[in-house]
């Protein structure tokens, strides 16, 4: 595909199969199919070469291979045609014009020599343009390459005519922009030729230099998968293909390795560098018992895992098959960009013949009518329309993933630019959500780890986690009774112990004390032989960067809500600690889409945050949900955004990557229509040299390209604060 409108004319030719859903991407040049049927491909394929293109199945394993020679090839023979183009086209466009300029340093035969030197140029190095719009007309089809190609065999066969029989040329009139040139030079077309088929293979070259670039960093994450694997076999190591990796197998990674799969800490510790994966600046220690995720590098130590996600179940897998999916997804600016493609070409064509036959019937000579029509049907070229939206949101989304920051699709960013009010859940967002006991009493802690190792209450972990640090063991436990909601009554060595709230201290005959709370933190009472022997507080700690994540959020004119189902007390206490004025508390999980909905029907544009586990079906009614994940279960949140960075501040990150990216379509978007807009009535009242048409049309396609490349540098400019 040379261009929007191929990939437009790919899309119905595969849609109009039964039963058949298609979505044609020009950017990443991959169609991506939905139907049934065992003979999917073979339809789907054949539909692609009766379109006049070829396709074939992508093999995950060889795709980026495959893509990637195709690309060097591809870049390679633009490469030697623009090299030889030029070579040529420069010494003729200098000599054409001086000795149309300078009657008296003509020689005989000057135009026939200007003539053979300019054949190379508007055949072979232009081949790629008649090849595609032979290809074109022959399933009745216009494209981009369709213009080009005209305004190429036009100029070159006016100039031939011109040269040829001297009788056809008209007299009078000067060039347009070389107004000291007489129009009755009819080599100069010549410089028109060669200098369109330079400047659109120079803008067709850099432009898939450039969209290769955008597609390594969309495919960054792809490729940081290792190849091999060191696993354990019948007691002996033994390195084998990453994909044979079986769940549960044990693996390990040497210092300076990547971790070929997500797997869990046996043996060992080191400072795992996850940048590359989840954008982390810093390593993160890990020892036995934590996890690691495949793609990551072990820096300084040698780790020994148990292998629990393989393949496309990894954590890397689906950030790269999430990323991948967004491109499916196109916005409704992009539904209308695509519709105007259709129907633009042909309209240009009619266009520069209507200007031509205007010209021609206002009595201008025939030369400047020609020019005139060339120059129309040069500068309209609708490339920069085409590229606009895919090669800002390839760029933007490679840029994300490797950032931690997983953009689904256009959704995402149109909701970005809109939202005033983000909603923030607590537990397991703002907070670790693991318990941490506070404030306990050494003498009680032996009594209170003995009740709870007995118990699966969160709370109970908490104890157990402290006990163990602390280096205390539980003691046996007998008449042990779990009351739900309330907490747990046992005999520990002979002494009846109670550990739980109020109502089961009451309920036991141990006096009530005054509160539950204490700050951010919920008090548990513990009760022996009927006494109130003391209390202990559980907290779940905020996490470290959750400050300045809401600060940045602040910046960014956001309005920030804390939304828990904690008592209003706990709740109250950590929205003042972070700065948080808007508190709804005391929300049952089932409840929290409600408040979403009912911030929205006061005319808030709200995000939302959770950390997508009872959090699904308020992110799914937000305008925009981000969803936190600290597992490997991505592909299956209800959210628009997935953030796998551990540092909050991947929130408002986020955030400004999709307001940004959107920002780079909606200014490509604006320059690709005000450039044919502004241009296009410029070149048809004849102020245009189509020369100036042509070089006009290629910068306009590539100012579109690299203002999308400049997504690449998203975070890494300093901050403006």
Same mark, same amino acid.
């Given at each position: ?50 379109? #006049?293109?070829?396709? %074939? ?13 195709? %690309? ?50 508007? %055949? ?76 659109? /293979? ?5 432009? $898939? ?69 989840? +954008? ?8 036995? +018992?934590?996890?690691?995720?495949? #793609? ?8 020994? /895992?148990?292998?629990?996600?393989? #393949? ?11 990323? &991948? ?47 005139? #029509? ?23 989304? +490679?840029?994300?993933? %490797? ?17 005033? $009010? ?33 118990? &699966? ?45 109020? !109502? ?12 539950? &709370? ?45 939304? !828990? ?155 403006? &604060?």
């Amino acid at each position: 595909m040379t261009c929007a409108a191929c990939a437009n004319r790919v899309e119905r030719a595969l849609n109009k199969l039964d039963g058949v859903t298609a979505s044609v991407n020009y950017a990443t040049e991959r169609a991506i199919i939905t139907g049934a049927g065992p003979d999917l491909a073979a339809r789907a394929t054949s539909a692609v070469d009766k379109a #006049g293109y070829d396709a %074939t199945v992508r093999d995950p394993e060889s795709a980026d291979e495959l893509a990637e020679q195709l %690309t060097i090839k591809r870049v390679t023979a633009l490469r030697r045609r623009l090299i030889v183009a030029i070579l040529l086209a420069i010494p003729l466009m200098d000599a054409t014009i001086v000795l149309a300029a300078v009657p008296s340093l003509r020689f005989p035969g000057w135009e026939i020599v200007s003539l053979v030197v300019a054949l190379p140029v508007v %055949t072979w190095a232009a081949y790629p343009f008649h090849r595609a719009t032979i290809r074109n007309l022959r399933h009745r089809a216009v494209s981009m390459d369709t213009l080009v190609s005209l305004g190429i065999i036009v100029s070159f066969g006016w100039a031939a005519v011109s040269v040829l029989l001297p009788g056809a040329s008209n007299t009078g009139g000067h060039w347009p922009g070389l107004s000291s040139i007489p129009l009755d030079t009819g080599a100069l077309y010549l410089d028109v030729a060669a200098g369109m088929t330079v400047f659109q /293979l120079a803008g067709r070259y850099f432009e $898939t230099r450039s969209r290769r670039r955008a597609a390594d960093v969309f495919g960054a994450l792809s490729r940081l998968a290792t190849p091999t694997a060191r696993v354990l076999r019948d007691g002996a190591e033994a390195d084998v293909p990453t994909g044979q990796v079986v769940k549960g197998e044990v693996v390990i990674v040497k210092a300076g390795e990547i971790v070929p799969v997500d797997g869990t800490v046996l043996e060992g510790a080191a400072a795992v560098d996850t940048s590359v994966v989840t +954008g982390e600046p810093l390593p993160r220690s890990v020892r036995a +018992g934590d996890s690691v995720i495949g #793609g990551t590098i072990s820096t300084d130590g040698r780790l020994v /895992l148990t292998a629990t996600a393989v #393949g496309a179940h990894t954590q890397l897998a689906q950030m790269a098959a999430v990323a &991948e999916q967004a491109q499916e997804r196109k916005a409704r600016i992009q539904h209308t960009v695509d519709r105007i493609i259709v129907w633009f070409v042909p309209a240009v064509i009619a266009l520069a013949i209507a200007v031509t036959v205007g010209w021609i019937v206002s009595g201008a000579p025939f030369q400047q009518a020609m020019g005139t #029509g060339i120059s129309v049907l040069v500068i309209a070229c609708p490339c920069a329309l085409g590229l606009a939206t895919p090669t800002a949101l390839m760029v933007g989304i +490679g840029r994300g993933a %490797t950032l931690g920051i997983l953009i689904k699709g256009q959704d995402a960013l149109e909701a970005s630019g809109v939202i005033d $009010t983000i909603v923030l859940d607590k537990t397991g967002t703002l907070t670790t959500g693991e318990l941490v006991v506070e404030h306990i009493d050494p003498d009680l802690l032996p009594y209170v780890v003995s009740i709870e190792h007995n118990s &699966e209450h969160p709370i109970a972990r908490a104890v157990e986690r402290r006990a163990t640090a602390d280096g205390v063991s539980p003691h046996p436990v007998t008449a042990f009774e779990v009351r739900p909601g309330q907490g747990a009554v046992g005999v520990v060595e002979g002494h009846r112990v109670v550990v739980g709230n109020a !109502t089961l201290l009451e309920s036991e005959g141990v006096p009530a004390p005054v509160a539950e &709370e204490r700050g951010a933190g919920s008090v548990v009472f513990v009760g022996v032989d009927g006494r109130l022997a003391g209390s202990f507080v559980v907290a779940d700690r905020l996490r470290p960067t959750a400050g300045a994540a809401v600060e940045m959020l602040r910046r960014q004119g956001l309005r920030t809500v804390l939304l !828990t189902g904690d008592s209003e007390v706990v709740a109250r206490t950590v929205a003042a600690e972070l700065g948080i004025e808007d508190v709804q508390a005391e929300v049952l999980p089932a409840d929290k889409a409600a408040v979403i909905e009912r911030l929205r029907a006061d005319g808030h544009r709200v995000a939302m945050v959770g950390d997508g586990i009872n959090d699904a079906a308020a992110l799914a009614t937000a305008d925009l949900g981000l969803a936190v994940v600290s597992g490997t279960d991505i592909a299956l949140k209800s959210a628009d955004i997935i953030l796998v960075r551990e540092d909050l501040r991947v929130i408002p990150d986020a955030i400004a990557l999709a307001r940004r990216t959107r920002q780079t379509i909606h200014r490509n978007l604006i320059w690709a229509f005000g450039y044919n807009v502004a241009a296009v009535p410029i070149a048809a009242a004849g102020l245009l040299n189509p020369l100036i048409a042509a070089a006009a049309m290629s910068l306009s396609s590539l100012f579109v390209t690299y203002n999308s490349l400049r997504l690449r540098d998203f975070g890494t400019e300093p901050d403006p &604060e």
